[in-house]
């Protein structure tokens, strides 16, 4: 099977304290999405920060997840089991050494249909050098509604510069 990627949003926080992000109007001609991001907490005197998502603006407990993380060198994986919106990660804070991001994908298969999405998120963060966090999350959005907004904060209140996001379309072939 042939996979075709689509660029389909590209944001970049150029400078100062933007709160909220978001991406709407998701196009919804694709079978899947792709999403890579660099994130970083635009205040906040810790390390780390909890990140926070939602799907089309949907503050409801239609979200689902397991999480399972590890951090700070240590070797024991952590489970846990959430509704959402809840923590996806944790975030480079303003503690965090400068220039610091933490690393994220997300892949949402079947984000157009009329059943429940799935999706998994993935990230990594280094806040020195001995603080690492690695988080992977298998969720599922309980809406027969189609994905058309993802929208992310975290507890600092923003989100500073150089946090970029960017959105692919997936084009199955013979699907």
């Known amino acids: 099977m042939s996979v075709f990627l689509e660029p389909l949003a590209s944001y970049t926080i150029t400078s100062g304290n933007t709160g909220n992000l978001g991406l709407a109007n998701i196009p919804q001609q694709f079978t899947d999405l792709m999403l890579i991001a660099q994130f970083r907490c635009y205040t906040g005197s810790n390390n780390v920060q909890n990140l926070w998502q939602w799907f089309n603006n949907d503050g409801s407990n239609l979200n689902t997840a397991t999480r399972l993380w590890g951090y700070a060198g240590s070797t024991t994986a952590n489970y846990e089991g959430a509704t959402f919106p809840s923590v996806l990660s944790l975030l480079n804070g303003g503690g965090s050494p400068a220039n610091t ?75």
């Open 101 to 175: 991001f933490t690393s994220a994908t997300m892949y949402i298969p079947n984000y157009t249909s009329n059943f429940a999405k799935q999706f998994i998120f993935s990230s990594g963060s280094t806040t020195n050098g001995t603080n690492q966090y690695t988080y992977r999350v298998a969720g599922r959005y309980n809406s027969t509604n189609p994905i058309t907004a993802i929208a992310w904060q975290n507890d600092a209140g923003g989100f500073a510069a150089g946090t970029s996001i960017d959105l692919y379309g997936i084009l199955r072939k013979g699907v």
